[in-house]
């Protein structure tokens, strides 16, 4: 007498065992792969809320119901990707693109609070720079028509040069695109300076 067997639809991602057509089953929430029931529920997702947040910023994810409520559950190689795989390169582009608040944010919500604090430190800390300037030869020098203020084109951004004996027209051709530069406006400042 023969026996029935079942057909075998593919192997558990989890634990590698046949699931057959009968059997039921749980797809993981970020790669898609059959699970045995058993090892879906067994592998429901521990992470925060917040956490979750954080993984479906990057991945599409899936949940499932069980009882009326949503779950996630990740197969054994999807969760080692989330748990150490996830943070390094999320805030590596947080950092690259200066989003400090986000930052710190995520190494919170992830439990890694002295990094959280190092980055808030970071982003609170201004750089000051003390620039000393001998005001005195500076006005010697713009009055002698030695010192010449560099000054942009506003069409085509090349250098123009702007001094304190500019003439009177205070119009000024760029010699690149041909512009006409008003510069009586910046020679008017030079010229208060000397007084």
């Not at 969760?79 to 693109?97: K, S, W, Y």
């Amino acid at each position: 007498m023969a026996m029935f067997k079942p057909k075998v639809l593919y192997n558990c991602i989890c634990c590698n065992g046949p699931i057959t057509e009968k059997e039921l089953q749980i797809a993981c929430s970020m790669c898609g792969y059959g699970m045995h029931q058993h090892c879906g529920l067994n592998n429901v997702s521990r992470h925060t809320p917040q956490q979750i947040e954080w993984f479906r910023r990057s991945y599409r994810l899936n949940q499932f119901v069980h009882y009326g409520r949503y779950y996630y559950s990740f197969c054994p190689r999807c969760r080692n990707v989330l748990d150490n795989q996830f943070i390094g390169p999320m805030a590596h582009r947080l950092e690259v693109t200066a989003r400090y608040d986000e930052l710190a944010q995520l190494y919170e919500d992830f439990g890694y609070l002295v990094q959280a604090g190092q980055v808030r430190n970071r982003a609170n800390r201004q750089v000051v720079k003390n620039i000393n300037v001998d005001v005195n030869d500076l006005i010697d020098q713009m009055s002698s028509g030695s010192l010449n203020v560099p000054y942009k084109c506003p069409n085509c951004g090349a250098a123009l040069t702007v001094h304190s004996n500019m003439g009177d027209s205070g119009v000024k051709y760029c010699q690149y695109c041909g512009t006409a530069v008003n510069t009586e406006a910046v020679s008017n400042v030079i010229k208060q300076a000397l007084k």
